[in-house]
């Protein structure tokens, strides 16, 4: 009864936005759009989109619960009959459609972003064009790609019984940081806000000297073992106050790092245009932007010094795209975010491949070892720290789906 509920009030909510052009008996038809979760180191959304053409488009969305419920009870409806050719169209009207219902941010418009990508995997694939040609075309071959280093909980599953806290220690950052780079990253990351084995209000996001030197002490080590070999750049996730976030900032300042990412919470772009003004490190933010409505503060208020749009999450290719046009008006650039599977991956580098100010491509799967299994084809799709963007039609590659079907978890 819901489903036949939500069904009929998504018809209702996309008749009024509906502008559908004159269709011929060639214009091609959506018959039908669904998800696959694969169960990676994070949920992965695979959407897809089905056409009369016999082509599937490929999508993916930002991990988030509900994301199928909101696809197939909402935006189904709405879609199917649609000409996938109209991507634009129809990513105004699945705004439209969910009007309301967080088709300006949160879980709707991930919904959308994931049939989004879809869309431009389909359009690409009837027109025999890669995505990034119907986006103007190409202005690099490939796309650099920095690597997620983490210690921490991500080595404890390697680490001996009782050995546990060590991994939270600057020497295991520096050895997770290494082995990075000999696989071949000229840029990596990792997360700075980790415990230090005291005990500690992390509630209040103040945090005192001897946490504040637990923090130094792991951007030193890692940066004496890496040297001049890679950029390393460190995350903060949101877990600092202005006034932390200032001493943390000045303590690493002397190690020259690429960025230091999401010092504070993502709602105040005031606060972290006032930090930046305030210290002389390299900021990034932006994965917990909508849209690029949700851009435009931090770009027009010159309020970091990079912007990490989320394609699956932001919008889409397109929206992230626009992102990208308005910055470079200020002369900002993008390093997104990035911590899905290969489909998502490939959707960002087709954005990175057609607009200027793009630096790098983050990989968050290195202790995933079928992550590239679930492509066909048989060279990697990250060699040496690059990603080769795909010459053929639509996103360029195509699923392993007996892969994908191994590793489903819904």
């Given at each position: ?34 998800t696959i979760v694969v169960d990676g180191n994070f949920p992965w ?119 546990e806290a060590e991994t939270y220690q600057p020497e295991a950052y ?237």
């Amino acid at each position: 009864m819901y489903e036949d509920f939500a069904s009929d009030l998504a018809v209702t909510m996309w008749a009024e936005f509906d502008q559908t052009p004159t269709r011929n008996e060639s214009t091609p038809e959506i018959t039908d759009l669904n998800t696959i979760v694969v169960d990676g180191n994070f949920p992965w959304t695979i959407v897809t989109v089905e056409t009369d053409e016999g082509v599937t488009g490929i999508g993916e969305a930002y991990p988030s619960p509900g994301v199928h419920e909101v696809i197939t009870d909402y935006l189904r409806p709405v879609l199917v009959g649609e000409n996938p050719l109209d991507v634009e169209r129809l990513y105004y009207l699945m705004r439209g459609s969910l009007s309301g219902r967080g088709s300006q941010w949160g879980i709707g418009t991930i919904a959308i972003s994931g049939v989004e990508i879809a869309l431009w995997d389909a359009v690409g694939k009837i027109l025999e064009q890669p995505v990034y040609q119907l986006l103007g075309g190409k202005m690099r071959e490939e796309v650099q790609v920095y690597a997620d280093c983490h210690a921490g909980e991500a080595m404890v599953s390697s680490a001996q019984e009782g050995q546990e806290a060590e991994t939270y220690q600057p020497e295991a950052y520096a050895e997770a940081a290494r082995m990075a780079v000999d696989d071949g990253f000229d840029m990596i990351k990792f997360d700075l806000d980790v415990p230090s084995g005291r005990d500690v209000n992390t509630l209040s996001r103040h945090f005192d000297g001897v946490e504040i030197e637990h923090k130094r002490s792991i951007v030193e080590a890692v940066t004496d073992e890496i040297g001049g070999d890679a950029e390393v750049a460190v995350d903060l996730h949101w877990n600092f106050s202005p006034e932390t976030a200032e001493r943390l900032c000045r303590a690493i300042e002397p190690y020259d790092l690429a960025w230091i990412e999401d010092p504070l919470p993502p709602e105040n772009t005031d606060a972290m245009r006032e930090l930046k003004r305030r210290v002389d490190v390299p900021l990034l933010t932006g994965e917990n932007r909508y849209g690029r409505h949700g851009f435009r503060d931090l770009i027009e208020g010159q309020g970091v010094d990079f912007l990490a749009p989320d394609v699956p999450k932001v919008g889409g290719i397109a929206e992230t795209k626009k992102i990208a046009d308005m910055a470079e008006t200020y002369y900002q650039a993008l390093i997104p975010h990035n911590i899905g599977s290969p489909v998502a991956t490939v959707a960002t580098a087709h954005v990175g491949a057609t607009v200027p100010n793009f630096v790098a491509l983050e990989y968050h799967a290195r202790e995933v070892p079928w992550w590239e299994d679930l492509v066909a084809r048989d060279e990697p799709l990250i060699r040496n720290g690059r990603l080769e963007v795909p010459d053929a039609p639509g996103l360029g590659i195509e699923l392993d789906w007996d892969v994908v079907e191994e590793h489903r978890k819904t």
